[in-house]
């Protein structure tokens, strides 16, 4: 049988038509990567060239929510007068290094300890920084073996990570105990007898003070350790040891500094975050200042700052206030006078304040700032002002992807939220009717009309943090997960911490807690005192900076160049002068906000001598510490970059010049000309200033200021 098969009709024509279809898509996928990759290009070359055609470029690509903003890319100038004015180290502390190791006949922890002491951490990230560090000490006065503290903000906490629980939800085990090895004996848990008797409360408990001395531990703490083996320390007002101990232990005072600036590492997942985050702020090429609000219900309700808020903040600190005074926090009236406590420096610095001092004192608006410090109370209209000064204010959420924050909280629970909810499907409550009848039996006429039936409350007229204020007199416990929240406070803190140290510059808003205490910001303030003294650190008198701001309260954008010389000359005296008030004031409270001079040395030179009068260092309590400093061994020494200031009289000259022409301008653009943002001004790396009268001022600060003492 003979197959006929059906002839293809135009067969050529459809196969060139599907050829050159299929060309088609070809070239227009070469234009498309073609259009992407000169897209690219430009944005690569709107970034890195420098021209005036790109010199007012605002933005970068970036998947964060920070877009950097710069008004001059060139760094040509950072050698600058003004730069080393803003940015440069105290040359006078230079010769102060960290050194913390055991000095003289330092024992090694015995293999026999008197039995194991159990500690239980309340507080927040500051308060648990110094407790960790005093259970230290405190092991090894009474020859104990130190079981890894709890921390109770996260043991507490429902729906966190199970991985990472207790003191591992913060810090690294591993490194607490290796790092520690020659000092103290430290195992992770109890033995398992010993777990049975906590479990049973069967181990005897103290509830320590923060001011505990030495002797009440020796005395009270070690019998009744040497009987039962083991004792439970409950420390919940951050720390449970004096801060200044007798001169026989002052190696304890170096253990505290191993403690905090070398034991205590936070876990891989945070360290990780922090790093990336200041690689990010780094990327930009730029020095940056962190900044510490300091402004927190508990230390605003403490100090008595309620009136300089409005509204339900002032109500929400008064609440506070009249919880503490009730539990003998805080010995006073409930009603206070807010205004006379901010002149007398005990209310913190509001962020527009710190913006002005900054504008002041000469850096410009594209200056980064780094928000540290949590929540600043009362919500982010209070950074406002902050954020048109300067057009490079950061936090942590602008630097982070959700994912991010995620992986270093670990994996969590869903957790189910058992607040009322409205429910759009339900149909608001009807009035039931009476029955015509018994309206008219009901008496004789006329008669008032029946009560109306309570309204009911809709459940978003009460909810929300704040909404408790109108409906009762007792705060509500928290919820779930607001003790979710409370624990990643913690790990907020540790990141902000880490950026807080590194930066180039630091500023405190407030260095006071909620209980009177040192903070935050005193911690970070110490910390960058041992790791690198001469680090630019603005340690501000409130009370005058408060009565400089009252000067020109009516026209704060209009300073002229009298008030912003003062302001300078304030901001720079107390670069050092603040540092002599901080050991008189703060050390006494936390002796991690003043490691000096027990976990320091003196390298170099001795500190330069000094014949003008006015040296902030002249017959000051500071300078004798510093006198009396030890010398550092020969390794340190020879370390490289070991900078000491030789000189006397060039360092007092170009260290200390805070003098300016005290001419006036009449031109009041001139004299406000750092409180606004200008077109063309420096840059926060120092470059010059669009105002010729300005550059000359800053000039004339820093180089002759000193021939006109």
């Known amino acids: ?14 196969g060139k038509a599907v050829v050159f279809r299929s060309k088609l898509k070809w070239v227009g996928l070469f234009g498309l990567v073609l259009s992407a990759f000169s897209l690219f290009t430009h944005f690569l070359l709107a970034r890195y060239t420098d021209g005036f055609a790109v010199s007012e470029y605002k933005s970068s690509i970036t998947i964060f929510s920070w877009r950097p903003i710069f008004e001059n890319a060139d760094l040509s100038t950072a050698q600058t007068p003004l730069y080393r004015r803003l940015w440069s180290p105290i040359r006078n502390l230079e010769s102060i290094h960290p050194y913390a190791n055991p000095r003289g006949n330092y024992v090694a922890p015995n293999s026999q300890t008197n039995g194991y002491v159990f500690v239980r951490i309340r507080g927040g990230f500051h308060e648990i920084r110094n407790s960790i560090c005093d259970v230290v000490v405190i092991a090894r006065l009474l020859n104990a073996t130190l079981v890894i503290p709890e921390i109770q903000s996260t043991t507490s906490s429902k729906g966190i990570s199970t991985e990472f629980k207790s003191f591992a939800y913060l810090y690294s085990e591993d490194q607490f105990i290796a790092a520690l090895a020659q000092d103290i004996k430290i195992v992770k848990t109890l033995p398992k007898n010993l777990k049975g008797a906590r479990r049973k409360k069967e181990i005897p408990s103290f509830k320590v003070a923060k001011s505990a001395s030495p002797f009440f531990y020796l005395h009270h703490v070690l019998p009744v350790l040497s009987r039962h083996s083991v004792v439970e320390l409950v420390v919940p007002d951050g720390g449970c040891l004096q801060a200044q101990l007798p001169p026989n232990l002052e ?51 403490y100090h008595g700052c309620a009136e300089l808020f409005q509204d339900v903040h002032t109500e929400l600190i008064q609440h506070k206030r009249a919880w503490m005074i009730k539990r003998g926090m805080v010995k006073g009236n409930l009603s206070v006078d807010s205004a006379q406590q901010r002149l007398n420096g005990l209310c913190p610095l509001m962020p527009e304040e710190i913006g002005i001092l900054l504008r002041a004192y000469g850096y410009s608006s594209d200056t980064i700032i780094y928000i540290a410090g949590g929540e600043v109370f009362g919500g982010q209209k ?40 409205i429910n759009s499907n339900l149909s608001p409550p009807t009035k039931e009717e009476k029955e015509p009848n018994a309206w008219k039996i009901s008496g004789p006429r006329p008669r008032p009309l029946p009560p109306p039936p309570p309204r009911a409350k809709n459940p978003y007229n009460i909810e929300g943090w704040w909404g408790w204020v109108a409906e009762s007199d007792n705060e509500p416990e928290s919820t779930v997960v607001e003790l979710r929240i409370n624990a990643h406070k913690l790990l907020w803190e540790a990141i ?23 903070n935050f910001a005193s911690l970070v303030m110490g910390h960058r005192l041992y790791r690198n003294a001469a680090s630019r650190t603005f340690r501000i008198d409130r009370k005058e900076t408060t009565r400089l701001l009252d000067e020109i309260s009516e026209h704060f954008y209009q300073a002229n160049r009298t008030w912003i010389t003062s302001i300078r000359r304030s901001l720079r005296r107390n670069l050092v002068e603040g540092i002599t008030k901080e050991m008189i004031k703060s050390k006494p409270m936390s002796f991690l906000s003043f490691p000096i001079p027990e976990c320091s040395c003196s390298g170099g030179n001795a500190p330069p001598s000094v014949n003008a009068s006015s040296h ?8 004798n510490v510093l006198e009396a400093m030890d010398r550092c061994p020969s390794w340190i020494e020879g370390g490289g970059g070991m900078a000491s200031p030789t000189g006397g009289d060039k360092v007092v000259k170009e260290e200390y ?41 800053e000039d004339q600060e820093e180089l002759e200021g000193g021939e006109k003492r």
Not at 616 to 623: G, N
Request: a negative charge; charged letters at 30%.
């Open 1 to 14: 049988m003979n197959w006929a098969f059906p002839t293809k009709i135009g067969g050529g024509g459809e």
């Open 251 to 301: 190696e304890n005072q170096r253990l505290r500094c191993r403690v905090a600036f070398h034991a205590l590492r936070f876990r891989d997942e945070v360290q990780e975050l922090a790093t990336k985050i200041l690689y990010r702020i780094r990327s930009s090429g730029r020095p940056y200042i962190a900044y510490d609000p300091g402004m927190t219900r508990d230390a605003l309700a």
């Open 382 to 421: 209070k950074l406002i002002p902050l954020h048109a000064m300067f057009e490079n204010v950061l936090d942590r959420t602008s630097l982070t992807m959700p994912w991010e924050l995620n992986k270093m909280y670990g994996r969590e629970a869903n957790l189910v939220d058992k607040s009322p909810k």
């Open 496 to 518: 902000d911490y880490a950026v807080c140290v590194d930066a180039d510059a630091f500023v405190p808003g407030f260095d006071r807690d909620g209980k009177g205490n040192s």
């Open 616 to 623: 902030p260092l002249v017959d000051s309590p500071l300078r």
């Open 657 to 697: 010049d805070d003098d300016v022409d005290e001419e006036e301008s009449d031109s009041p653009a001139a004299a406000a000309v750092l409180l606004f943002r200008q077109g063309g001004e420096s840059n926060d790396g120092g470059a010059e200033t669009g105002n010729k009268e300005e550059t000359q001022m």
